[in-house]
C-alpha cells in the first residue's frame, strides 16, 4: 500500500462503485452515484482541514464552536472534476472555485493544459483538487504542480478510481500531497485506461460516448 493514500471504501461507496462500473448504467444514474460518492469522499477527505475554536451561545449556555482555520479552495480538473463539485460544495457551501482544464495526449499520454482560473489566495488556502480518474497520474501531478507554481502550499487530491501507477507517479512527484480515492485498481491498459476501471468518466456523465 501506498505511503498517504487514503482509500474511502465503506459499504455505501462500494454498493454506488458497482453501479458505476456497470456499462450499463445510463448517464443520469452514473451522475447519481458519482454524487453518492463524493459525498463520502468529501468527508473522509475533510479530516485535513484544521479548525479554530470560537465562542458560541446556545439557547441555554455559552460552549465552544469551530469554524476552518482556512479558507477551502475547490478545484475540479474539466471536465470529470465538475461532478464532483457539487456535493463537496454541498458540504463547504463558503468554498471558493478555481478550474484547471487539462486534456490528455491520445498518443503520448501526456497532459495538455488549455484553461486555468483560481482564486488569488492559494498560498493561505487549502486546496482540493477533484479529479475522479487518476490513471496515468500525469494530468494530476502537472495540475498540483501548477497550482503550487502559484503559491499552493497544503493540497488535497480527490479521485473516483486510481491505477496503482497513476498514484506511484503522483506521489513521488508530490510525496507531501494526501491523496483519497474510493479505489485503487489493478492496472492500466496499452492504451492508458484504468482496469477494471469504468470507463471514461467524463463521456459517461455527460452523455458523450
Known sequence: MFENLIIVDNP???R???VLRDKNTDSKNFRASIERIAFSLAIASSKFFELKEYEVETPLEKTTGYK?????ILIPVLR??????HPFLTL????????????RDEETLEPVDYYFKVPKNLSE????VLDPMLATGG?????????????????IFVSLIASPEGVKKLLSEHPDVPVFTASLDRELNEHGYILPGLGDAGDRTFGTF
Do not use: N, R, Y
Request: glycine share 8%.
Open 12 to 14: 455505501l461507496v462500494k
Open 139 to 155: 494530468s494530476a501531478s502537472a495540475a498540483l504542480s501548477e497550482l503550487k507554481k502559484f503559491g499552493a502550499e497544503k493540497l
Open 125 to 128: 488556502s487549502v486546496t482540493v
Open 16 to 18: 454506488e462503485l458497482t
Open 80 to 85: 470529470a472534476g465538475l461532478s464532483f463539485l
Open 92 to 103: 463547504i457551501p463558503d468554498a471558493k472555485v478555481g478550474h484547471i482544464g487539462l486534456q
Open 68 to 72: 476552518f482555520k482556512k479558507e477551502i
